[in-house]
T-cell receptor, first 116, second 112 residues
Framework: GAVVSQHPSRVICKSGTSVKIECRSL??????MFWYRQFPKKSLMLMAT?????????EQGVEKDKFLINHASLTLSTLTVTSAHPEDSSFYIC????????????FGSGTQLSVL | DQQVKQNSPSLSVQEGRISILNCDYT??????FLWYKKYPAEGPTFLIS?????DKNEDGRFTVFLNKSAKHLSLHIVPSQPGDSAVYFC???????????FGPGTRLSVLP
């Protein structure tokens, strides 16, 4: 099946630094990628939809300047958490899909971010 | 406001018996539903889907039932196997889109 690679799987950083998370579709072209955030014992919350070559669409309540998304190619999207704070600590996961109706999303393995 | 609910955070079932995982939704515009399975340290993987024009979809040991009037769907696993132990997420979208709303998940434990 299709593979989506997400790196890093775990990152610990100091407050105020920026962290970049990469999401790559390894064997298909992903016109659309999605970024989610999951709090403990909560569901995956969609943060933004990333379309190749255009600006990301952010969900209500998600700070665009805090969570920068770049989808520069059909196989790579990045999420940068800028000036990270402890409240940004969470599990971030990406998914990718190509095509339309009935498409199944393929998920990365997630990134656990811990901000000290 | 949680649009997709999975009211049972966990479920334990004996090997060989049926596992029934439930999901309720509030948005009547949802027309496409999926179940994902997630093992620790891995991303969710697609399991089975159903569109609103059907009320049942079957794939091997997995069957999903959709009751649109009740805004309820369920996943049946028969027979349950220890390898089925995982967290199961229900997800729903409008217009058969890829923008899914996920439930909080149910942790299934199949006991040998």
């Amino acid at each position: 099946g299709a593979v989506v690679s997400q790196h890093p799987s775990r990152v610990i950083c100091k407050s105020g630094t920026s962290v970049k998370i990469e999401c790559r579709s390894l064997d298909f072209q992903a016109t659309t990628m999605f970024w989610y955030r999951q709090f403990p014992k909560k569901s995956l919350m969609l943060m933004a939809t990333s379309n190749e070559g255009s600006k990301a669409t952010y969900e209500q309540g998600v700070e665009k300047d805090k969570f920068l998304i770049n989808h520069a190619s059909l196989t790579l999207s990045t999420l940068t958490v800028t000036s990270a704070h402890p409240e940004d600590s969470s599990f971030y996961i990406c998914s990718a899909g190509a095509g339309w109706v009935g498409e199944k999303l393929f998920f990365g393995s997630g990134t656990q971010l811990s901000v000290l | 406001d949680q649009q997709v609910k999975q009211n049972s955070p966990s479920l334990s079932v004996q090997e060989g018996r049926i596992s029934i995982l439930n999901c309720d939704y509030t948005n009547s515009m949802f027309d496409y539903f999926l179940w994902y399975k997630k093992y620790p340290a891995e991303g969710p993987t697609f399991l089975i889907s159903i569109s609103s024009i059907k009320d049942k979809n079957e794939d091997g040991r997995f069957t999903v039932f959709l009751n649109k009037s009740a805004k309820h769907l369920s996943l049946h696993i028969v027979p349950s196997q220890p390898g089925d132990s995982a967290v199961y997420f229900c997800a729903a979208s409008e217009n058969y889109g890829q923008n899914f709303v996920f439930g909080p998940g149910t942790r299934l434990s199949v006991l040998p």
